[in-house]
């Protein structure tokens, strides 16, 4: 029986040792983007994703808790603008700051997520005009830690957020199509 129990032990380590070792070995850096045409002028769509403001109308996550706290401080569009929430388990709480914005074509932001998970990423939205359109690419990047790796073995990251991303990008685009169609008017 003593034999027995050691085997099986033994066997549950091991086990756990091989999983320990596969987690070590994922990736540690991840990258999911997304991409849209817009039939809107850059600038149009640019307003959009630079003022944190305007994120209530478009963003994937802003209706998933309308009793989250949400601040904004420093700039209040572009570089330095800072947004913070504070909400449910759906949204949970972070920071969000501009750290690059170049008109028309780039906005990066710097994104740390307090709850329910602490991270740290980029995120970026990369704009170009073609023709009477514009091509958004929004991207979030960041590196995972030992945790990290081991969540995104049973969670499709990529999946998950991307589907935010798409219907984003879709909320975006009909946010930038109504104020260009509204601007033309005048």
Sequence with gaps: MGKMVLIVLGVLVAAIAVFLIVVAMQPAD???????????????????????????????????DPDAKNAFDGADAGKGAIFTWSGNDKVGEGRME?????????????????????????????????????????TMSGHNNFVGKMFCMFMDMDKMVGDDFEKGLAQIKAVAKAKAKAKSEK
Aim: net charge negative; charged share 30%.
């Design 30 to 64: 991840y990258r999911i983007e997304r991409s849209i045409k817009i039939d809107a002028p850059a600038e149009v769509v640019y307003a959009q994703v630079s003022d944190f403001h305007n994120w209530e109308a478009w963003s994937p996550w802003a209706k998933l």
């Design 98 to 138: 501009i750290l690059e914005s170049a008109p028309n074509s780039l906005v990066r932001i710097k994104l740390d997520f307090k709850k329910p998970m602490e991270d740290t990423c980029t995120t970026e939205f990369k704009l170009k005009s073609e023709g009477e359109q514009t091509a958004v690419t929004w």
